[in-house]
């Protein structure tokens, strides 16, 4: 390899390093690379921000805003809630949920879609006694599914698309990816219908709460106040409210913190006490002790308007703006004026106050507000409520509107009409125009660190091909494909997606693995277009781990899984999607072009 291809390889494999070690964000790791693609001098200053000025940042960008309108008239959800109660059995919820998400995610973001069929999965987790990890990683598992549908469906197809652009021909259509998408989707979710059994039946998340709290094993801090029948008594009596089910995990006085404290300890007005138990245990002893949730009483912006009642359960959003702070740094009352009362996270016991807690994506918290104010507050901040929704999104009307705008996009598509940036484009800008959606949450819903890091990445992911390493690696891929039959070369590539995606991110996967697809296909003699189809599935069908998609990190904590249960029902999955993919990208796309 040439000195500039040495440096562009080693450029990516950092970046992936980075990528794993999780230490900064994707978008922060994308940019740094660009600089030092830069400085090493293999992207030229003057092309830089090619990446800004592509054609995948508006579709992306424009296929967000249209996600959030979709999701705010909430049509969808309003068709569901009349069909759910039919549905007796968890089979027939569960096929259901599946491909209402697969279905969603065709043409909404499938984050965006799997969080709208949150709040329904666990209103059936709760009347049916349930744990909700029976939905919600089928679920999860089918956002990924629908996503390879169609064009806007997932990232890595957008990409995809761009490749083969720049390769001399037109790039990939709206429903270009639909022959084989919706086969490999369809037998996807068949499995998914009877695998979720697969999953363990201990896997117990949170079940939406109709009270302060009720959720199994949340911590809370709480004051023994002046007029508290604790003060006065011992750990002992702390732990008889609790029925021996009660954790104390500290108790902080006069600056001191006592960990772990004996029965015989003391318990004095203004001490501070972290709790840990499960829903039914700290409600009666926050009841019976006449505790003080800490921040209980703490008004918000306008004075008297918090009602201590009003309170909603969330999940923190991959996006949220508390991902990596904690309540105290962020100033969550002081800026926000709502309170965090308990907090949950799958396998972890929380030592530490509630305020200093560093929060992550998939963390379950109980926020308390104004009751007007609560559900925008939520939006604000990035937190995806479990609880019914208690405010209207939309009129009839408006829902009425975004409907017949984002079919008319879709029809402006299939037709050839225009192209996709303009059609996507358009379509959001006349949601915004026609209040189908506000500006503000418009705004909000455009994803910045994605569109990011695809802009940086385009430059960094083209230095491969710019300096040839793209050719070096389809040159070893096609001396272990040479002797393996066309469809054993098309399953290589999904494969090897496959393997990188969850340590890489599916765009920055699509980004590096396409050109070496086609650099592949080429050096076989074969029409790149199937390896290109090839690399788009196999970097979104990502099942193995809870870190290579924001959808499986999404419902970790509230489903209570392990590392380990992703592949538990991901690896056949896997197995079921190479399987039918393969046969069906040589049916709709020829090795040799026709």
């Not at 494999?13 to 978008?27: H, P, Q, T």
């Not at 990924?144 to 806007?152: A, H, K, N, P, R």
């Not at 022959?179 to 999953?199: E, K, N, S, W």
Request: with cysteine; glycine share 10%; hydrophobic share 55%.
């Amino acid at each position: 390899m040439t000195t500039p291809q040495l440096l562009s390889v080693s450029l990516v494999a950092v970046m992936m390093a980075a990528f794993l070690w999780g230490r900064l964000r994707y978008d922060i790791v994308a940019m740094l690379a660009l600089l030092a693609g830069v400085a090493i001098g293999i992207i030229p200053a003057g092309e830089a921000f090619k990446g800004f000025s592509d054609d995948i940042v508006i579709i992306v960008g424009s296929a967000l805003v249209l996600s959030a309108a979709v999701a705010r008239s909430r049509v969808i959800e309003r068709g569901l809630t009349r069909i759910m109660p039919l549905l007796g059995s968890t089979q027939a919820q569960v096929v259901l949920l599946v491909l209402a998400v697969a279905v969603m995610s065709a043409i909404i973001k499938n984050i965006g879609a799997l969080a709208m069929m949150l709040p329904i999965a666990y209103q059936l987790a709760r009347k049916g006694g349930r744990s909700p990890s029976v939905f919600l990683m089928p679920m999860a598992f089918a956002s990924l599914l629908g996503g390879i549908v169609t064009l806007v469906g997932t990232s890595p197809n957008v990409i995809v698309a761009r490749v083969r652009a720049e390769l001399g021909g037109e790039p990939f259509s709206m429903f270009d990816f639909t022959p084989v998408g919706i086969v490999v989707a369809l037998a996807g979710c068949a499995f998914l219908a009877v695998g979720y059994r697969l999953l363990p039946q201990d896997r117990r998340g949170a079940v939406s709460l109709d009270q302060a709290i009720d959720i199994k094993d949340y911590v809370t801090e709480a004051e023994i106040g002046p007029k508290s029948t604790l003060a006065g008594k011992t750990v002992a009596d702390l732990k008889a409210l609790g029925g021996g089910d009660l954790q104390i995990v500290a108790i902080l006085r006069d600056e001191r913190r006592l960990q772990a404290p004996l029965p015989d300890a003391s318990l004095k007005a203004g001490d501070t006490l972290l709790l840990r138990g499960d829903a039914a245990v700290l409600e009666r002893v926050v009841a019976e002790g006449e505790l003080d949730l800490d921040g209980q009483h703490r008004p918000t912006e306008k004075e008297d308007a918090l009602d201590p009642d009003q309170v909603s359960e969330a999940i923190i959003g991959p996006n949220s703006v508390l991902i990596g702070q904690s309540a105290g740094d962020i100033g969550l009352h002081a800026r926000f004026g709502v309170n965090m009362i308990a907090i949950s996270r799958a396998g972890e016991r929380f030592t530490q106050r509630l305020r200093d807690i560093r929060l992550r994506a998939g963390d379950i918290i109980v926020i308390q507000g104004d009751e007007k104010q609560l559900p925008e507050k939520l939006m604000e901040l990035g937190l995806l409520p479990l609880a019914d929704r208690v405010v209207s999104l939309g009129s009839t009307r408006k829902a009425v509107m975004t409907v017949s705008i984002v079919l008319a996009a879709v029809v402006v598509l299939a037709a050839g009409l225009a192209p996709v940036p303009l059609t996507f484009f358009a379509a959001a800008v006349l949601l915004i125009t026609l209040r189908c959606l506000p500006l503000r949450e418009a705004y909000s819903s455009i994803d910045a660190p994605i569109l990011l890091m695809l802009a940086a990445l385009i430059p960094v992911s083209d230095t491969l091909r710019s300096t040839g390493a793209t050719d070096v690696f389809a040159g070893w891929l096609a001396q272990v494909g040479a002797g393996l039959p066309g469809w054993g070369a098309v399953a290589l590539m999904i494969a090897a997606a496959m393997a990188v995606t969850p340590f890489l991110n599916n765009a920055a996967t699509v980004l590096v693995m396409a050109p070496i697809g086609a650099g592949f296909a080429a050096k076989l003699g074969y029409n790149p277009d199937a390896f290109l189809m090839a690399v788009a599935i196999g970097a979104a069908c990502d099942f193995l781990t809870p870190i290579g998609h924001q959808c499986n990190t999404l419902v970790m904590g509230p489903g209570g899984y392990k590392f380990s249960d992703y592949p538990r029902l991901g690896a056949p999955l896997s197995l079921i999607v190479l399987l039918v993919a393969v046969p069906m990208i040589l049916l709709v796309w020829p090795l040799q072009a026709g």
